[in-house]
């Protein structure tokens, strides 16, 4: 029985190692005092960060992601959190096929999510010229993780007091805001969280969907990786790195706070 328990312990920190490795590669790379992207690095400078922080165009493609990501967050929890009741209060035997259209997005293909959404702008008139078709396509990609992490607050509450509220004399929004909302936050915040973050680290759908003028970050990285080679690419990785773990922690509070949420 020990030795099963030890097996399974050196298995389990050799997946940790083997999906941790990438990360600490990239880290140090950006950490790199030469002038190629090499590892292991020709000794340690902070040189290509303050180049990063000089660098108008990673900073603009900084802001740009963060800002369609905030967007499409906030889209995706507003439409999320209404399907997520409608799922768990009204939709019964159509439930499988509310969870199943909410959730396709993120059972299929990303690419082929964005060359279906392609076609279908450019055979309406829109094309990709006004984001509108990189906006979609980042909501329906941020949408299910609302969907899942607001269903799963909802499921197994009474909605007693919601009631309660309602035969005193609330309105449906007035008991839906102040006892409901309340109720579920932490869910929706989590499911906020994790849309933050899918939306701006996505990379198939900007790449296909982005129209002329600003990029996201990862295809704005792709096109600098494509003619330079230098650790600022692995600076501007690990200050994505940094941001993507600061937010996973936070969500980590929120379910830690309620492990119902």
Known sequence: MRI???LLSLFRSLVYAFLLAPIVIVVLASLNAGNFLTFPPQGLSLRWFWTFLDNDVFIDAIVYSATLAAGATAVSLVVGTMAALYFVRHARQKAELVR???LLPLILPEIL??????FFFYEIGIGTEHQIALFTGH???TLPFVFLNVSTSLQGRDN????AARTLGASRYTAFRRITLPLIAPGVAAGGVFAFIISFDTFGISFILKGAGSAPLPIQLYDYLRFNFTPEAAAVSTVSII???VLVTLADLLFARNPDA
Do not use: N, P, S
């Open 4 to 6: 099963d328990a030890l």
């Open 100 to 102: 199943l259209g909410v």
């Open 139 to 141: 909501v329906l990609m």
């Open 160 to 163: 007693a007091m919601e009631l």
């Open 243 to 245: 941001l993507t773990l």
């Open 113 to 118: 999510t964005a060359i279906a959404l392609l």
